[in-house]
Structure formats: structure tokens, C-alpha cells
């Protein structure tokens, strides 16, 4: 009798013990992630607003950087707003296809359309260069059909492949939220309009879109904050003309060291986001209130009619076009010689070769700056690993906690998401100002990097942690018990079957996440220890066969690992649970 | 006039409507009757042009409509879930039909404020939609599919959400409804109650067919095969030998033996279900088996009874009690027997029907 009492008191708030008092206890999960928010997210992110709001640093900007702020903060709307449009262009008609009808290939499409938002900046800018570069297979089969001697198509460097590379990455937000909202539409409201004598057209402009507008809204604002926070595409596809905010704050940070302006640019783009997502969040809690969620099935047709067929038709072939190119382009240019490698001269010798592959692992260079692949490699798997760590060991209390709901974690909770809304650049620029002076001077420490990824995964490891954690329901728990578990068996019975499903799934979350980072990599990294994103966009954008194929290969190994890795995600989720 | 003429209609490969033929008369409330399943929404959409039948014609007036669209029908249909347009108010939805066709505003206002009033809701125009109950909402479709003066109106189960007093109420109140607007009018429902309420004529749908067909009391007291009587629930049916085939017919069971009517020819018993019930003359021969319907009521307690049995069971029913015998018979009486009490009834000849 005495054992069940003592259980039952060790699990009541009230008697801990005499060493903590009661209030301490349900802060203690909080601890860890706390601290390391407030020493590498928030105290850097006052350094940022200091330095951009800072008077005497202000002072010294002249009249060049206030317009070169001006002009890259309008080139930022211009280039997300035209992003945006094109990508409801193509993401509104794909919608409309998966939520209306049924055909063979669909769950395929599906899944090609949602890969790109999945996949590392760097990995698309190879995959577009591969297709459209100078080098890529259209310009060569263009060169081929008509016997030119350059490639008639520049499409990299051009605003053209910054929007296609948008459009490619950000439709599945266009196709999610909009087909959801469009499938779980009573389809009997249509059919009332129908036989209240309106026809298709009025019944489109009177019900169906004012019906999923706030959805349509909703994406349109999701879609734009991340191609107005979008950097590796733009620098690595823009080129040199082409500057965003997110751009020129690295570009002011690492290049020219105009810190100030640097901080300025942060700042503007700070407050900018965070005015999208306050818009994007009320856009969300009035799209709660539309019609009750109905069985999606009752929505789909199969397709039949001339019309609805030639829709498919040209539907298939845009998204086959626009979503497996460029991931097809990738692999193919890595195991195909193109062109001449540097320095050497005569024909090129085209045709297959795994010759950029083994290169990887040779180090022909004698430059000591100079690092070969699978160093970066190397590297990247080292920072993955101990991202995976950190996250897991700041984000699973916190995901614990945040699975009994409390105000505690209603208060804290939005602190924790918010590295979310700041993007990628200003957390590295906020490392490099930060930790650029004692006591905190490990700028040169190539730890700085797996931090920042911390940062960056830790949203991620608890929000997929939570939705697992809360659904083991406390009555199991107390069925457990009540046979005569100890706490410690309940554990193991209970919770460690989904825990250990949710860990791994949020470990191999962070993993990708870590290896596949580009911005705040770019500012953080240390030349001697560069991550394999990094060292991809080096290879890109040097000249020669050996660098460019190089470049292919270890984009097609990150891409391959990254989307084993959303597979795994994938297989792991579970079902119903944690979208955007 | 509204003819469906041999509807065909599969679902998922299954035939669902096999051979539907059905007429609606001007004015005619007509109530679709049949189990869950057994395709009654399906029709009502056909009718409504919504699906296509795979076979078979839907005319009005003796015209085809199949190259009419759904919104040139204007055929009112109200939902079982109401389908109320979520974005707009009350007013707005009932005046949506009206603004189809493109009326003036003020003629609009004045037929939205006639469907309201007509509904018991005049004060409810700037209502949202989502904060009407149930019942309300049932009356702002109603309103909105009678707004545009439809010349067939088309409910789907409209009551089959709301609760059993409301539902009572709300019967009613559309038995009301649909006399004053004078519409033909098709109630689609597996609740009998609601069918005999409403229908001026009943249509009673088993196996993608129209088995039966009449006034509600005749479709009743004579449901013409066992089928229909089951489904009904309209009394005992028993199988007995024909033992006299000279009027009056004799029909011979383990319950006891009963007299038809003369006028009742009885059918023997057949796989094929045979429409329009009682007089189907065919070939019968002492012997032969069929299938016989003993009526719950009007059966009296008496010495010269020609069933008798113990009783098994008493329930209290409001208007009576519902009394099992040991047999399986069951009836109801005026008055309460004891369990265990033997008991004689007298069952008058209008209380036995032939089924096919």
C-alpha cells in the first residue's frame, strides 16, 4: 500500500522535495532552450537592432547606402510580388487538379510538387543551372538542333530563373492550402447555386472563390515571405545583378564590412516579416471560420469530358515540366562531361563518366585555402550530427512540456518559434556582430555553424515532437498504472514506443535541415571549414568541366540524402499530424 | 408534369436504379419512400439534372430535359444538410435564385421578405447563417429554394438532422408550406411517419424499383408484397397453404386459419415482386403457399377468437398496449393482459391481407 502512496505523491506538483520550490519545476524544461535562445538568438538580435538603429553608426552611412536600401528593399517587393503571382499562376489551376479530380499518377504528381520546398537552395540552383545554364540541357540541345556555337539561352542571371526557381520551390504551399480548403468545400453548396439557376461561371465568382479566398489569401502570403526572405536563389542564380535584401546584407556584411548598413538592411527586413506573418496569422484564424470539413473524396471526379481532358493534358505537362526537369537535369549533368575541364585544351571528350564523382576524394589542389569536396563533406556531416544533438537535447523538454497544455507554454511558446521569422542571413549576421569580441569571441570557432542550425531546426524538432507527445493519451497511461506499472514501466509500455518514432523523425528533421542550410552558413562559416552547401556554390561558380561537374555531383549526393531524409520524415509522420 | 420514364443508374459498378418509372401531377406532393441506400438521393438528383442516368428519360410536359443544365431546370432542391451559402446572410442566401434570374432589387426584397414570412422568419434577414439552430436552418433553405417560384421542388431527407420534436413540429409546418405555395413537390425519406404525414401519394423504392405506389392509407393497409410490409412495419406476416379456392379463400398457417375477402384473390408466393398490390389475379391452387398480413389493430379480445396464444410480453404504448403472444404474433389491445394469461382474438377479415 505504502509503494502506491509514495508514487502517487512523487507525481503531484505539490511535494517535490525540500531543495526546489513548486514554481521552478514546470520552468525547468524551459531552462535549456532558454538560455540558448536568449545567448544565440535574442541577444544577438538586440545587437542587430542596435546597430541599426545606432545613431553614431547610422551617421556614417552616406547617401549611396541609403539608396542602395532603398532600391534593394523595392527590388525585394518587385521580385516577390512578380514571384508570388506567377506561382498562383501555376499553384491555383494544380489545385483545382488535385482537389477536383481523379487520375492515374496523381499521388506521383503530388509528391514531385512538394519535393522542391523540401530541398537545399543550393541543390535547386544547381538543378536549374543544370538545366538552364549556359552549360544545361536546353541551351545544349538548342546548340545540337540548330548548330550554334553558343548557347541561345542566358536564362541564369536573369530575373527569369530567380521567378522559375520561386514558382518551383513555393507552388505545393499554393496547392496544399488552397486544395485543402477547395476539397473539404461542400460540394452540396455548388450544387444548391446549380439548381438556383446559376451557372458554372457564377457559381466560380459567387461561391467558390469568395468561399476559399481567405485559403487563396492566405497562401499569397505565405508564398511571398518566403521568396522576400529567399537569398541562396538569388545569389546563386541571380548573379551579380540581382540584389534582395537578404543579398545585400551578406554581401554588405561579408564582402564590403559595411556592418551598419548591414544592420539597417537586417532591421528593415526584420520588420518587414514580421508584418507579413502578423498579416499571414490573421488570415489564418478568419479562414477557421468557413464550412464544416467534409470527407475530400466526395469533391473528386473522374475525368471525363474533352474539356476536363485537354485540362489534365496541359496541366501534366506544365508541372512535369516545370518540377522533374530541373531534379532530372541534376543527376544527368553529374555523371556527363560537357565541357572542357580548366587548362586543358583540344576537343572535349562528351559522353558518361563517374570521373566527378572520384574526384571528390582527391585533392589535386596545392592551394592551402584550397578544400577538397569530401572534406565539406565531411564537415557537414559533423555539424548535422551535432545540430541533431543539440536540437534534441534543448527541444524535447520543451516539446515534453508543451504536451500538457498550460499557460506557461502558451506564453512561451511564440518565443520559441520566433528564429522561424527571422531569416537565415540575419541570424548569421547577428552571429558575426555578436560573437566578434570578448568574452563571446568564437567568431573564428567553426562551432558557430551547428548553433546556428540549432537555431534554425529547433522550431522544427518541436513542432514535430509536440503533436506525438500530446496524443498519448493520459488515460493510458492510468490504464497502465492501474494494472500495476511502476512510472518507469508505464514509460517504457507506453510513451517510448511513440516517443522513439517522433525522436528519430524530429532527429532526421534537424539532419536535413543542417545539411542543407545555405544563409546563415554563408555568414558564419569559416573558409578552412566549409559546409557541403558551401562548397557546392564555390564549385558553381568557378569555371571549368571538373569544378562544374564537381558542383553536380555533390548537389545530386545532398539531394539524394535530403530526400531520403523527407521520405523517412514521411513514413515516420503521424498521420493527420503537423503541416506548415 | 414531371415523368421519369425507366431511369437506370449504377453506383460504383452496382446497378442502384433498375427501371425507375414515376410521375409527379401538378400540385402532388409525392413522397420517395425506401430504405437507406436505396437510391432515393440518387433519383432526386437525376431529376435535378445534378447526375446523368445511365438509361431512361426525365420529361416535363412531355419534354426531354436532358440537354437542359442544371440551372435552366429551375427545379428547387433543399438538402438534408441545407447547403446554406456560409458567406452570406439569410436574406442573401434566399435572394440568390431571385438574383439569377436577374430580377429588380425591389421585386428581390419583396419575394425574400414573402419566403421569410412564410417560413415564421421575417425578422431573421441579417442573420448569420451560423448562428441558426438546426430548425432555422431547415426553414432559410426552404425559403430560398421556394423564392424562386420553382415548378418542382425537391427535398432530400430535410428532416433527418433535427431532433424528434422539432421534427414533428417542422412537419407540420412544411405540410403547411407546401398546400399555400401549391408547388409539386417530391420528399424524398426513409422515416414512414414523414411520408404518410407529408405525401399525397406515396412511392415506395426497393431494389432500383418503384414497388409500390398510392395513398399513404392504402399503401398501408395493403403493402401488397412482404417486402413492403416489413419495411413498413405494418403488421404480422405469416406464411400459410391455401386449403379453399372458392371465395371465401381459406388460407391455412401454424397461427391459425383465416378467411380473405372476396374480393381478394390470394397470390401465391414468387421470387419476383409483383407491383400494385391486392387483386393480381393468377393461377392458384389448393396447396399452394402464400404469404398472408395480419393487421396489429382492430383486433378485438373475444371467446370465439380464431388465434389464440399466451402472452409473452406487454408494453405500454401510449394509445394502447403492444401484446407478443408465444406464437410471435404481436397486436395491440385496448386493454393490458397478464404475461403468462392465455388469450383468444378475434380477427376481423379487414385485418388480413394477401402479399405476394
Redesign the interface.
Known sequence: MSRFNGDACAGGPTSVGGLRPSWIRPLLPWLGASVFLGLFFFYPLARILWLGLNPSALITLNLDSLLLAVHSLGFTFYQAALSTLLTLVIGLPAAVLFARNDFRGKSFLRVLTAIPFMLPTVVVAAGFNALLGPNGWVNLGLMDLFHLSSAPISMVGSLGVILLAHVFYNTTIVIRLVGNALSHL?P??E?????????PQ?VLG??TL??VRPSILAASVLVFIFDFTSFGVILLLGGPGFSTLEVEIYKQAVQIFNLPLAGLLSLIQLLCTLAFSILYSRIVIRNV???APRPAESNLHKVRSVRQKLFLAGMLVVLMGLFLLPLVSLPLASVTRLQADLGVRGPVQYGLTINYYTELFINRSTSIFYVPPFKAIGNSLGYALLTVVLSLALGFPVASALARPGRLGRLLDPLLMLPLGASAVTLGLGFIITFNRPPLAFVTSPLLVPLAHTLIAMPFVVRSLQPSLASIPDRLRQAAASLGASSQRVWFAVDWPIVARATLSAAVFAFTISLGEFGASSLVVRPEYPTLPIAIARFLSQPGGLNYGQAMAMATILMVVCGLGILLIERLRLPGAGEF | MLELVDIHKGYEGKPLLNGVSARVAAGETVCLLGPSGSGKSTLLRIIAGLETPEQGRVCWDGVDLAPIPVHRRSFGLVFQDYALFPHMDVARNVAFGLKMQKLAGAEIDLRVADALAMVNLSDFGSRRITDLSGGEQQRVALARALAPHPRLLMLDEPLGALDRNLRAQLMSELRRILHASGVPAIYVTHDQEEAFTLADRVLLLHDGKIVLSGKPERVWSDPGSVWAAQFLDAGNVVEGTIISIKPPYRVETPVGIFELGRDVVPVPVRDEVVPSPGKVGQAHSKGEKVNVLISRRGVLQGAQGNVSGVVVDVIFRQDGFKVTLANGLDFYLPDAPKVGEKINLIIPQAAIKCLS
Not at chain 1, 450544387?191 to 446559376?198: E, F, H, K, M, S
Open positions: 461542400d452540396r453548396l450544387q444548391a447555386a446549380r439548381t438556383l439557376g446559376a451557372n457564377r459567387l461561391l469568395p468561399l471560420v468557413t464550412s
